[in-house]
C-alpha cells in the first residue's frame, strides 16, 4: 500500500509518504477475519513457490486457518495486488496481478470438494478463474444433500454468467460492480 498526496496522472510520478506491505486479497482478508471470530475456516487457494507465497501460506496458519488446501505452484509467483490511497479523499486504486491465482482450476476445487461440503458458507471472489469460482459454487449447490450458503464478491468486476448468479445466494458488489452488472459500467 502507498498513500499519497492525491492520484498520479498518466506518467506522474509523485513522492508518497507512506509505504507498507501485508496480507491480503478478499478472499484472504475474510478468512482470517472469519478464524479471528471463531469460525472453523478452510483456504482453497494457490500460491507461488517465492516469499510471498510461503510467507502467505504461514500467514493463513498462525492465523487459524486450515491450509490443508493452500496449494503452491513452482513455475507461477504469488499473486500481488499493489494499492495506491489518496490521503485527502481516502480513495484507492487497485492493481491486482493474480499470479498462482490464476493457477487455481476447477479440479483443484473438486479435491477440496469434502471441505466445500463440509462448511456453512463458502465465500468466493473474481481474484480466481471464474470458472473455478463457478465449480466451486456448483459443489456447494450441488446433491450431495447439504446446501452449501454461498457469498460471492464479483470482484474485480466482470461480466457474470447466469449459471454462477444462480447459485449466489450473497452478492456483494461494490458501486463499480454493481453498475457493472446493470450494465452501466463504464469499464
Do not use: H, W
Not at 510520478?13 to 469460525?39: C, D, E, H, P
Not at 486457518?65 to 513452482?74: A, E
Not at 494499492?83 to 493474480?98: A, C, F, M, R, Y
Not at 476447477?106 to 456453512?120: E, F, K, M, T
Amino acid at each position: 500500500i502507498a498513500r499519497v498526496p492525491r492520484m498520479p496522472g498518466p506518467g506522474e510520478t509523485l513522492i508518497g509518504s507512506q509505504f507498507q506491505m501485508g496480507y491480503g486479497g478478499k478472499g484472504a482478508n475474510q478468512a482470517v477475519m472469519a478464524a479471528r471470530l471463531g469460525a472453523q475456516v478452510a483456504v482453497v487457494t494457490k500460491v507461488g513457490s517465492d516469499i510471498f507465497g510461503r510467507d502467505t501460506a504461514a500467514n493463513f496458519k498462525a492465523q487459524g486457518c486450515d491450509t490443508q488446501f493452500v496449494l503452491v505452484d513452482d513455475e507461477l509467483f504469488s499473486g500481488v495486488a499493489p494499492i495506491t490511497v489518496d490521503e485527502v479523499t481516502g480513495q484507492n486504486s487497485i492493481i491486482i496481478v493474480p499470479g498462482a491465482n490464476n493457477g487455481l482450476l476447477p479440479a483443484d476445487v473438486r479435491a477440496a470438494s469434502g471441505a466445500i461440503l463440509g462448511a456453512d458458507v463458502l465465500i468466493c471472489q473474481l481474484e480466481i478463474p471464474l470458472e473455478t469460482t463457478l465449480e466451486a459454487f456448483r459443489i456447494a449447490k450441488g446433491t450431495q444433500g447439504k446446501s452449501v450458503l454461498t457469498i460471492l464478491n464479483p470482484a474485480p468486476a466482470a461480466p457474470l454468467p447466469d449459471e454462477l448468479l444462480a447459485l449466489t445466494d450473497i452478492l456483494v458488489p461494490n458501486e463499480i460492480e454493481a453498475s457493472m452488472l446493470l450494465d452501466n459500467a463504464p469499464i
